[in-house]
């Protein structure tokens, strides 16, 4: 056992040890809280393991602190909040698992039991929390060794681990990605071999990895780990399908699968560069921006191979994979949806002459996204040829000065009609109709083209002009 200080300075430790101490059982801090003390990573969720009942620990230490503690009698735990952090106990299991589900069949055991049923070495740590070894680490299945050699391995045969809860296998993905570490080949051969079993979990607890995966800093290793042990085909196969190339008379096309992971780790680039913060949903997005393609692919020995319309019927997708997914079909889905309808708009400006009624119609149907989907946009722009790339990034940036310009001269971003449908009613004397709408998108039009300013005089003129082409004239 290896003396460890510092770790346990908040007087909850203390508290937990004398308390186990006096109702004659152990205690220990294990599992992510252990982990994250060697890594230096803050971490506010501590977790007890108790050789014997976890909830009678937590209630005996809330009643000495006077702190809430909230009790789940179905597994077994209780949570104690205490001076800003979260403390969950429970007592030490012998598990064996129910293979149609992940409901363990539990039974009180040791804590080396215990740490031989947890997920990985790394997160089977403890720190002993008794008087006389108090700090002292726990570590029967050499974890410490396994977090300085950056590796990820199952105290168990790794079949065994993941049938106990096939989530796992996505644990071990993104503990990798995020910690930038390797999963041993025993545990990645036992996944593909288990890959099947994630049809046992919920769509909500895989889509609760994803995110976590992609809000790390390099996400495409989590996805490409996930498809080279056949997780990804079970819950994502529309996005399986972007990978690989075709040739006919000796052309190919991108290999869609890794340019999008390669736009996906962009974005993240970007966004930290910018110093903005991770934004899940622009994320999603990068992951879905060309999910179209693969539906949209053609070859014409004229044109090569084209992708027309693949970001219609992109964004037609999202709804479909967002409900395959289980995930909420609400704003955040629509945005997901506007960006990859919107992908390519800001580049094809690029290639044209960038008149202002284009910058504003993209300002316009972008709105408050813009500068998400410029983003977006950016880390779109990959290729093997660094000349290439270099050259539409430095046209991409003429864009977004010339963006700036008319968006601060026009301000269409937050573009609302000047001319409302009650003003057009008042002034006319007349009740709702089709014509009220029509006069409104002219307005709207004529903005957008340039032909008039974004003002409410202009507006007003150029919407009394059409009115009376159409009969209509103020009324007094
Ligand atoms: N655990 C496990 N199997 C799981 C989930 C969790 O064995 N499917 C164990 C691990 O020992 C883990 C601990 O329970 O360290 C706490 O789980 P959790 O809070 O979900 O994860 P952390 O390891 O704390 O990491 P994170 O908060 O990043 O998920």
Not at 46 to 51: A, T
Not at 168 to 189: K, Q, Y
Not at 385 to 393: D, E, S, T
Not at 413 to 418: C, S
Request: glycine fraction near 8%.
């Amino acid at each position: 056992m290896t003396k460890t200080e510092g770790y346990l300075d908040h007087a909850i430790f203390k508290l937990v040890g004398s308390t186990a101490r006096e109702l004659g059982v152990r205690a220990f801090v294990i599992g992510g809280y252990v982990r994250d003390c060697f890594l230096g990573i803050p971490n506010d969720d501590i977790d007890i393991v108790v050789e014997g009942s976890g909830i009678a620990l937590a209630e005996a230490v809330a009643a000495k602190c006077g702190a809430k503690v909230s009790v789940f009698r179905n597994f077994g735990t209780a949570m104690l909040k205490y001076k800003g952090i979260e403390v969950e106990f429970v007592g030490a299991r012998r598990e064996s698992y129910d293979r149609s589900s992940r409901k363990p069949v539990v039974e009180d055991g040791t804590l080396e039991e215990d740490q031989l049923r947890r997920d990985f070495t790394i997160n089977a740590m403890a720190f002993s929390l008794q008087e006389d070894d108090f700090g002292a680490l726990v570590d029967p299945f050499g974890g410490i060794k396994d977090l300085a050699a950056g590796i990820i391995r199952t105290p168990l045969d790794p079949e065994q681990t993941y049938s106990d809860d096939p989530l796992r296998m996505l644990r071990a993905i993104r503990f990798a990605t995020r910690l930038g570490f390797n999963i041993v080949p025993e545990s990645l051969d036992a996944m593909k071999r288990m890959a099947g079993r994630l049809k046992i979990l919920s769509r909500e607890r895989i889509v609760e990895e994803l995110d976590k995966m992609l809000l790390t800093k390099k996400p495409s290793t989590a996805f490409r780990l996930m498809d080279q042990t056949g997780l990804l085909e079970q819950f994502f196969p529309e996005l399986v399908r972007l990978k690989g190339t075709e040739t006919v008379d000796g052309k190919g096309h991108k290999e869609n699968f890794s340019h999008t992971l390669e736009v996906l780790d962009n974005v993240v680039l970007f966004e930290q560069e910018a110093g903005r913060e991770p934004n899940l949903w622009l994320h999603w997005a990068a992951l879905l921006h060309d999910i179209g393609k693969p539906v949209s692919k053609r070859y014409s020995p004229s044109l090569g191979w084209t992708f027309h319309g693949h970001e219609v019927v992109g964004a037609r997708m999202v709804p479909q994979i967002f409900k395959s997914l289980k995930m909420p079909l609400n704003e955040k889905m629509k945005y997901v949806q506007k960006l990859v309808a919107l992908h390519l708009r800001p580049i094809a400006l690029v290639d044209d002459q960038v008149t202002d009624s284009a910058v504003r119609r993209l300002l316009f149907d972008a709105g408050e996204d813009i500068e998400d989907l410029m983003i977006l946009c950016n880390a779109d722009i990959t290729s093997k040829n660094p000349a290439k790339v270099a050259r539409l990034r430095r046209n991409f940036e003429l864009v977004k000065e010339k963006m700036a310009e008319v968006e601060a001269k026009d301000e269409i971003r937050n573009w609302k009609n000047p001319i409302s449908g009650d003003y057009i009613m008042e002034l006319f004397g007349i009740e709702p109709c089709n014509t009220i709408g029509q006069l409104k998108e002219m307005v709207k039009e004529a903005i957008l083209d340039g032909v008039i300013p974004n003002t409410f005089e202009a507006a007003d003129a150029f919407m009394r002009e059409r009115a009376a082409e159409l009969g209509l004239y103020p009324h007094d």
